[in-house]
Nanobody
Framework: QVQLVESGGGLVQPGGSLRLSCALS????????MGWYRQAPGKQRELVAR???????NYVDSVKGRFTITRDNAKNTVYLQMNSLKPEDTAVYYC?????????WGQGTQVTVSS
């Protein structure tokens, strides 16, 4: 059974930084493309950043230059380093693991950017 466990969310002031982590268990991590999504109140869930099994990355325009997604296959973990945070980054952030056949979601972690 595949499980994704996220950590690292919290409250941060505008301009601050957070690092989210997502650990996968129950399967072979290196096979999966990993992504971070977010959902703000009243809005649809959106893809924030994605890293392929070959470590190719892509980002939504609003976070380019501020967020960095990386993966550590030895630790079965994907990270999202978030710098220069803005109030509009406030959302629940979800980890996603996907192959062409399956996808799995974490439980979500709250990120709040406020002074």
């Amino acid at each position: 059974q595949v499980q994704l466990v996220e950590s690292g969310g919290g409250l941060v002031q505008p301009g601050g930084s957070l690092r989210l982590s997502c650990a996968l268990s129950g399967s072979i991590f290196s096979l999966y493309a990993m992504g971070w999504y977010r959902q703000a109140p009243g809005k649809q869930r959106e893809l924030v950043a994605r890293i392929s099994s070959g470590s190719n990355t892509n980002y939504v325009d609003s976070v380019k230059g501020r967020f960095t997604i990386t993966r550590d296959n030895a630790k079965n973990t994907v990270y999202l380093q978030m710098n220069s945070l803005k109030p509009e980054d406030t959302a629940v952030y979800y980890c996603n693991a996907a192959t062409w056949q399956f996808q799995y979601w974490g439980q979500g972690t709250q990120v709040t950017v406020s002074s």
